[in-house]
């Protein structure tokens, strides 16, 4: 059912140097309001809701998510009810910011829950419990990460994509979008990951996932954390959206491609390295800030 919507996705071609070779694969172009990899994301956690008969989606995020977004519209237009469960109450009582006021249009029925329960959204009685209240709904973690998720992602990656490119790149926030492209990927293709949080758990968490090892995710160019960003990030994606006229955002995509010209700049790629940058799209975001 997903496939029907989606619009073709194109490469742009950033580098291309003797030493250095750099496309994006525009991901953000697949879908106005399911964008760049939450739509491979949802893809079958839709499907197999519909299958299991459910009539709403559960799921979770903080208050500029754009897999929030992203259910939000898959919600309204496959025709399930959903709703949101939102980290922090304090915004029961705000005007709701663009992600948040979008998907309520949608539809989306928000609750805000303190940060101290939010931290228990995984564990298996908060779920029983969210379930027994509603017995006709499909949850879908935070992130929308999960093994159906990850077997979407699987399909990011082309055939031409394996055999055109040595190293892979994309942003990491729950991991379920790079453990798909590991998963997919040619045993002779490295996959590198620049982390949108502080520390080494994603490494962690994606080891579970999968059993490959052509992989690896860093966080030098999170800028501190999530959401957080310094004054050269800020700069640098204003010199890239005015050098190549492509957005950005500054929780995921900016600070990838932010750490792929570091890392070029250091040679840290061998001679003749060809690069795939996955645009992740969450533009939706941007609109926060305005
Ligand atoms: C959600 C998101 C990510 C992170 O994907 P994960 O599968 O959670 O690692 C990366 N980029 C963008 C733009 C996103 O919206």
Partial sequence: ???????????????????????????????PHISGNKFYKLKYNLQHAKQLGQDTLITFGGAFSNHIAA???????????????????????????????????????????NRQDYRNKEQPDFLAELQSRFPNAYIIPEGGTNSLAIQGCKEILSE???QNYDVICCAVGTGGTITGLIESSHFNQNI???SALKGDFLTSDV?????????????????????KTSAQLIEFIQFFEKQYQIPLEPIYTGKMLFGIFDL????????HTRILAIHSGGLQGRQNLL
């Fill in 71 to 113: 259910t939000a519209y898959a919600a309204h237009y496959f025709g399930f009810n959903s709703i949101g469960i939102i980290r922090g109450e304090e915004l029961a009582d705000q005007r709701l910011n663009h992600t948040l006021a979008t998907a309520s249009q949608f539809g989306m029925q928000l609750e805000f829950i």
């Fill in 207 to 227: 080891t579970h996932l999968t059993a490959k090892k052509n992989w690896k995710i860093i966080d030098e160019y999170c800028c501190g954390g999530y959401a």
């Fill in 264 to 271: 070029i700049e250091k040679a840290y790629f061998p001679p």
């Fill in 192 to 194: 590198l990951g620049f």
């Fill in 160 to 162: 031409q994509d394996r």
């Fill in 1 to 31: 059912m997903f496939n029907a919507i989606a619009q073709a996705v194109g490469y742009q071609t950033l580098m291309d140097q003797p030493d250095i070779h750099l496309d994006l694969k525009r991901l953000d172009l697949i879908h």
